[in-house]
């Protein structure tokens, strides 16, 4: 596969996965306390394939890019449960009657 590299441009987007030493929790199980996982440089994530660990000024750009697709994701969904929810609410106000408040 070739790859289109434009120099201080853009930044590669490395593929990631989870840590299988850690399975993606950053830390692991001492026996008092939790240690950071070497395995992903306490990440969670290591390259995808390769399964190799992203120097620490690396990982900070990669989990950005990362961390910013999955807000986008977020944000769909919220956009979309928001409609779901109204579309909810209009339909139970309909079949409610409305005034469902018992006073005294
Ligand atoms: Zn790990």
Same mark, same amino acid.
């Given at each position: ?32 306390? @939790? %240690? +950071? ?10 390259? &995808? ?6 120097? =620490?000024? @690396? %990982? +900070? ?10 807000? &986008? ?6 956009? =979309? ?24």
């Amino acid at each position: 596969m070739q790859k289109a590299r434009v120099p201080g441009f853009k930044r590669e987007r490395i593929e990631l996965e989870s840590c299988s030493i850690c399975e993606g929790r950053a830390v692991v199980k001492g026996v008092f306390y @939790e %240690l +950071v996982c070497t395995d992903c440089n306490g990440s969670g994530w290591v390259v &995808r394939g390769s399964k190799l660990v992203l120097s =620490s000024d @690396e %990982l +900070v750009t990669q989990l950005s890019f990362k961390l910013q697709q999955t807000q &986008r994701e977020i944000a769909a969904l919220k956009a =979309s449960a928001n409609v779901a929810m109204s579309l909810h609410e209009k339909s139970n106000r309909l079949g409610a009657g409305g005034t469902n408040y018992t006073g005294d």
